[in-house]
């Protein structure tokens, strides 16, 4: 009778952490799910299992909790932010000279905030930690910067590499506008990005300018005067056509 006791308890606390095990588990994949958000279904699309793409999000998460990084004065902050403006500010005459520069730029920052820069797949996995919807932006920046070198990408294709970057710079910048999974499009300082992740105030080329509203008639005066809405505010700030400032 007492083994019969001793077995039936063993087998009630075997069951009873086995479910505790289990209910760990769920949790742990819970945080990084919340945590990593797109990032997560990618690492686990990428592994031959779940829990494997769980210990390598896990073990990103360690490695980004060592790193010393700092936070930006603002004085240096303004200097990147005019950085950037220049490069978005060559896009017209220089495309492809502008992605090059856009990601030589946030490879600048990045290293100013104390991650290590050495290698593009690192440093991708160190700032999916705290910006997992921005981080694939700067993959495909990457690409296209890459695919650029090799004389296959187009204007379009820059085009979109260079607001891609801008997201970035925007996250590095604004530090903690993207933690935690949670990101509701903006960057600290009322700006936001349309449901592509792209920035309204994106570069224009001459010609073909995009994001530009419809011509739309100022029924009120009835005189027939057309007026053309003006864009977003641009990098550097955008002017009405009698001087003043929007």
Known sequence: MTAVIVIIVVVVVLALAGGGLALARR??????Q???GPEYDRAVEKSDSKSEAEKELASRRKRHAELDLRSLDPQTRERFRGDWKQVQGEFVDDPGGAVEKADSLVTTIMRE???????????ADDISVEHPRVVENYREARRVRDA???GSAGTEDLRGAVTSYRSLVDALLDEGSDR???DDGSHGDGRHRDDEGRHRDEPRGSGDERGRDDRVR?????????????????ADGAHDHDGSRR
């Open 27 to 32: 949790k742990r994949s819970q945080q990084l």
């Open 34 to 36: 919340e945590q990593f």
């Open 113 to 123: 905030r104390g991650y290590p820069v050495e290698d593009f797949d690192r440093r």
């Open 148 to 150: 650029h070198r090799n």
């Open 180 to 182: 935690g999974g949670h």
């Open 218 to 234: 100022d029924e009120g005066a009835g005189n027939g005067r057309q007026e053309r809405e003006a864009d977003g505010p641009s």
